[in-house]
Structure formats: structure tokens, C-alpha cells
């Protein structure tokens, strides 16, 4: 977490840099960050690889740190990775067929490995643009990208454009936008909610236009996911302002009155439930399916295409075929429908990674993201801005992995890259009044 190595094959000892200029003022780099970030807003499933056009300006940013020699490796996350590349390759070849008698497909193994690479090599760009000031370009142009679709969803939804529908819609009812899944976009509008709530210059009429506009889309992707985990994080801002310090007198009151205020609007929307989804659902189509979370939360869970009572099944019972070692990539589904006639990955998060990596290196890892929370929330010499713009996607991502599985979620593993630059490296060189890692 403090060290680092260089990404050149001449300079591979670790060693803080005492002289250097801690920002990237090259225009090809800058360029290719700003269409990476948009681009984070799509995906697509091509040859059974989930690939995004942000993918190429990755390979390009890389490309150019490491021969301009500004790319750097944290030593021991990379270390971890590499660790988690060796078991998981291991037990999908080898300890798979010998402990069942599913035999593993090698592309299905291949591809699924791919992702992982693909995952880490972000971790490695949220750790060098970070490293490079240029975290803020970063949140800032996908967050503009997931506003531009926010819109998008919300013509298509009100002016019931069909052609767009085909495009941009799941079953022409689920707003998608250019991802290939709703609850995915969902939580990517959530990530960008995070961004415009945590900047300070924005006016406050066009911040609450954001709001409304993101929150707004979520309910038309029809995410039960995306909407639970819209309210949890409401409730933790909601929080943290009412806890906040402040001597201002003015600032306390506006405080209570809009916390007074939300919580009448929650009370009467409660009391009318009924009568609020259905007028709701008559303007949303994607709203009557996430209805079910305040009508019958139980159903919202196994029905409606959800079905996670029985995938979190599933998942316990191949944590228990192999709790240590885990069952690898590119196994999940092959072992799940030869045993269980099940076809059906984990749909979360949790679940999904202590599966495929094992108990030990799942638990080091969620609670090393735990730590990394814990250290903005109750450290005052971390909460910057940005740093806790960061944690709050994090806790996005923590919260509807619950739900879903995230593991191969680009920007979650380039907001955790970001984080262990700001919060590990960083704070040690200014600790040491020298310049970090470059």
C-alpha cells in the first residue's frame, strides 16, 4: 500500500522519487482519459466477452505512461492480484475436474480471465491518474456522460421513441442505455448521482436539475437493485448532513426544515403506496416493476426474472464444494448446471468472488475495502472532496453487490484504485514532505 514499483523492466525496486512533477500535461493522455471515461458509460457481450470501447483508450493510456515511464505498480495489491491469478487459473484447470466430475471448457477459463486482467489493468490506470491529478477528469467526464443518458432516458421514456426503444431498452420496458444491463446502468447513474453530490461548484438549481434528472432514470431502468440502493445511500447523505458539525445557525435550520420535510414527503408517499405506484407507473414504465419492493419485498426478490432466493442457494452450495481454494473462472455456470441443473451466476457480489477466489482472499480483500472506508469516514486527515466522493461510490458498489455481482465492474476497480493511491500513498509522501511515486 505505501510502495510502489516502476512500470519500466529497468527500475523494478521500490523507492519513493524526492524530485518530481506530480501532474500530466500530456494532450494525447488527457484526450484519451476524457473518451475512456465517457465510454465507461457502454458495454456490450461479443464472443462472450464483456467489452467496452473504454477498453481501448485503457490499452492507450497505459501504452503511453509506460513509455514515457510515469507508469507504476503498487507493490502489494499487485502482489494480490497475482495471487488471485494463480488460484483462480489452478483451481478452474486442475482442482475443478478432480473434485467433480464437471470437466472446465479452457475458452470459457480463458475468457473469464480476461476479465479479471482487464479489471486490474483499470486498478492500475485509477492508481496512476490519480497519481497524476487527473482523477477529477476522470469522475468528471463520466459523470457527464451518465447525465447525457440520464436525458436520453428520459425523452425516450415520456416521447416513447420505439426506434430508440429497440436500441436502448431491455424487452422495450427496462431502460438500459448503452450498457447490456439495466441494474448495471442503474448503479452507474448512482455513481454519477455520487459525483454531482459531492462537487461544490456547481449552482445549486442545475445540481438539483442533476439529481432529479439521474434519480429520475434510474426508476425508468426498472432496477429494484438500483432503487433500493438509491434510497440507502439518500439515507447515508441524510445522515452525514444532520451529523455534520456546524456553527452556522442558518445552515442548521435549512437542515432540519429539509430533513423535516423529506421525511412528511416519505410518510404521505408511504400511507398512499397504492395510489402513488400507480401514478407513478403510469408516466414509468420500468416503475411497475420495481413496485414490488414496497408491496411485497419478498416477491420483489424471487420473481419478476429475479429469482436471487434461488441463485444465493446455489452459490452457498459451491462456496461449500470448495471454500479455500475456491472453483476458478469460467466455471460458475458449467459446475452449477451439471450439479444443479442451474444455469445461473450469483447476483452478488460477495457471493460471486468468495465462489470463484475462495474464503481467505475474498475476506482479505472485502475487509481491505472496508478499511479504506472506515479510514475517510473517521479520519478527518482523509475526507478531502474527492476522497469522500470516492468512498461514496464505494459504498454504492458495496451496497447493491448485495444484489447483483459487480466484480468485473470497470470503474469500481479504477475508484479503488484511486482510493489506495489518495488514502496509502499519497498521504505518506506528504507525511515525509517528498513528491509520491513518480
Known sequence: MEDGVRGSMNDTHLRFYGISNNTCNNN????????????????SIILGINFSLADLFLGMILTILLIENKLVFPLKQTMFILMVSILVIFSATFYV?????YNPDIFNILTSYIKVLVVFFYFIVGFNLSKLNLLDLILKWFSVGSLIIGIIALVTNFLKVDFLAEILYLDKTRFKGF???????????????????????IHTFYKYSVIFILSISILISGSKTGVLTLIAFTVLKLVQSINRYDKQYKTIVKRITMTTLLLLIIFLLTFNIERTITFIGQ??????????????????????????DSTWDIAIELVKLSPILGIGVGTYTGIANKIWNFGSIAHNTYLQLVVEWGLPLAIIFFTYLLYLMFKITFLPKYQSTINIVLRDMLFIFLFS??????????????????????????????EKNISPLN
Open 97 to 101: 475436474p478432480l473434485k467433480t466430475t
Open 401 to 430: 453487490s448485495l444484489a447483483i455481482s459487480l466484480n468485473n465492474a470497470r470503474i469500481f476497480w479504477l475508484i479503488i484504485g484511486a482510493l489506495v493511491f489518495n488514502i496509502s500513498v499519497k498521504r505518506q509522501a506528504k
Open 28 to 43: 494525447l493522455v488527457i484526450l484519451n482519459v476524457i473518451l475512456m471515461s465517457l465510454l465507461l458509460n457502454q458495454s
Open 283 to 308: 408516466y414509468i414504465s420500468g416503475f411497475n416493476r420495481v413496485s414490488l419492493i414496497f408491496t411485497d419485498f419478498n416477491s420483489a426478490t424471487s420473481s419478476s426474472g429475479s429469482g436471487r
Open 179 to 201: 450498457m447490456n444491463d439495466p441494474n448495471y446502468f442503474a448503479i452507474l447513474q448512482l455513481i454519477a448521482l455520487a459525483y454531482y453530490l459531492g462537487v461544490n461548484n
